[in-house]
């Protein structure tokens, strides 16, 4: 059985993981350069760092279970050990407090997206292949549209996993008279923005590895360098280190892409302000912005949309939620759906 994915996110290439056997040829099309998706980690000149999900959340059993395996694989790691919250509607002279959560965190070893390369050794990944459109022909199945031409091969099933307002557009450019959900879903917006920090050592930044931020104009703060098996950072003199800031959907929302320069402004005066240094302390900034990056808070999740009987699944995080684990939910119902046929 032949199976074309659009979009080598963690849904996409964990279904190629999952349906990964001698009868199955998985084809995985992304319009980007690799792997990864929104859990993509980015290698600049002077380190890299996870701009897009930082850490896994995992609450489910099967979940768990699954990242447990992971670990023993020595691919992933349970991480970090302590979380802090600042419930605080200002970053100067804050108390964090610690964070308890019944969820268990987890990182991937070296970088985030670097799991994905191991879920897809036995698939075809085909890079900058932004697919537009696809069509069902009878007896010969699924065919896509790549970059405006139709690719020649032709496919037994085909999975759309892209963000839900790319997919739609997919499903609207087809003509392919998919019942739509009823409510349609309104995603939000995220700048992620990777800091370098020079002589960490000399500054007395208390010991923590990752801070939530409520009701600020940052959200998150991760110590990204301090995750396992991440190499040093690149270019230093002495001792440094990588901090990754994600601002406030909303906050993201009213800055969009062209907003750059005060995203930047926001993410290291707010770090500076939480720890009390110097701006002079931040030698490097790299800024990513994600316009789709989750849906919105308020939204609700969509399921896996499908045409069974002409072997069409549409799925990703949004169908469970907006996480690494909802990604896991979604490429395990869709495996399950094709392996069984129900
Ligand atoms: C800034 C940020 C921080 C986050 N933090 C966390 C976190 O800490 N923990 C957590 O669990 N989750 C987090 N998330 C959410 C997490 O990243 C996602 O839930 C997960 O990566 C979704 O995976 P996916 O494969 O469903 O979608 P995606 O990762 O979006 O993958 C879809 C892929 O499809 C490709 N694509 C899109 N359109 C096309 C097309 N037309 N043709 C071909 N390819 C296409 C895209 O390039 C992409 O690679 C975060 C997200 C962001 C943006």
Redesign the pocket.
Known sequence: MKIAV?????????LANFLDSPDIEVSI????RG??????TKQTDWGQCD???????AQKADFIDFMQGLCDQKLASKWPKNIFVSQHNTLTNQTLENFISEKVHYVFNSKMNAVCRHWIKNTKLYTN????QIRYVDDKGWQLK?NEVWHAEWFDKVVL???WP??Q??IEQSELQMILPESSQSWTS?W?IGIKLEHPEKLDIPDIDLVYLKAQSIQ?LIRDSAKPLRPLPLESTGHSEIWVA?LDNKLSDELGKQGKEKAVSVATEGICELFNIPEKSVSNIYA?Y?G???PGDDQKSLGILSQQKRGLYV????SF???????FE??LTISHSIITDE
């Open positions: 659009i979009g080598a996110g963690f849904t996409g290439c964990l099309f992304e319009k980007s792997c990864g998706g929104r859990a993509s701009l897009g999900a930082s850490i896994v959340h292949n932004l697919i537009s790549s996993t892209a963000p790319q997919t557009v997919i995220c992620s998150m994600q990513h994600w789709f990056a989750k799925g990703g995080d949004w939620g907006a996480s690494i684990e909802s990604a979604a490429a």
